[in-house]
């Protein structure tokens, strides 16, 4: 079974200073990894994912993580905050059951950017 | 365009009312998925469509009911339900290409509370 863990329930950040929201996963192999978004009331917007094809990810609104085996981690980064980045964030883990995929969720990280 | 779109966007309803929540995409995606998420928590899978037909029903009470009329439309019909079903219910969809890399894309959600 694949399982992802977010080890800060809560991040608090000035604004211009750098984001890193960690994750470790575990899998017996090696697996598809997402970051997703979610404001306040909103759904959730892909920010980034992870197929085995480069082990450093850029997404959308300058994010980036960095798949390290021998660490099984992913965790997210930014160079420099925004208040706009105010969010819950999840990692997540994605595994095929044959007809469809379906992801595991960690329980979130909520990111906080004062000024 | 990666648009998943769900109406309403919110919904007031009585334990005895019948509603239904509708979802709509037109990337051509093969999956549809219906979520059920609390406050502060992650996302709980409720259901999975694959080519139109139910994949996956995580043991959802019977008072919800899934139908997908067509490759681009998903509904969710809802009887008698409890005030403890006041959630964000989300939609999904991916390509279904197979494999762990399957994207999914949210729509924004439909707030329901019952009363």
């Known amino acids: 079974a694949q399982s992802v863990t977010q080890l800060d329930s809560h991040v608090s950040v000035s604004e211009g200073t750098p984001v890193l929201l960690r994750c470790n996963y575990s899998s017996s192999y090696s697996p598809s990894l997402f970051w997703y978004v979610q404001h306040p009331n909103k759904g959730l917007q892909l920010l980034l994912k992870y197929t085995s094809a480069a082990t450093l990810v850029k997404g959308i609104n300058g994010f980036e993580a960095e798949f390290k085996k021998s660490e099984t981690s992913f965790h997210l980064t930014k160079p420099s905050a925004h208040m706009s980045d105010a969010a819950e964030y999840f990692c997540?883990?994605?595994?095929?059951?044959?007809?469809?995929?379906?992801?595991?969720f960690g329980t979130g990280t909520r990111l906080q950017v004062t000024l | 365009d990666t648009e998943v779109t769900q109406t309403p966007k919110h919904l007031v309803m009585g334990m005895t009312n019948k509603k239904s929540l509708k979802c709509e995409q037109h990337m051509g995606h093969r999956a549809m998925y219906w979520y059920k998420q609390k406050a502060k928590k992650p996302p709980e899978l409720m259901f999975v469509y694959s080519y139109e037909k139910l994949s996956i029903n995580e043991s959802v009470p019977s008072r919800f009911s899934p139908e997908c009329p067509n490759s681009s439309l998903l509904n969710l019909h809802l009887h008698a339900l409890q005030p403890e079903d006041s959630a964000l219910y989300l939609c999904a969809s991916s390509p279904n290409w197979g494999g762990d890399t399957d994207t999914q894309y949210f729509g924004p959600g439909t707030r329901l509370t019952v009363l």
């Open positions: 997540v883990v994605s595994a095929n059951t044959g007809t469809a995929s379906k992801l595991t």
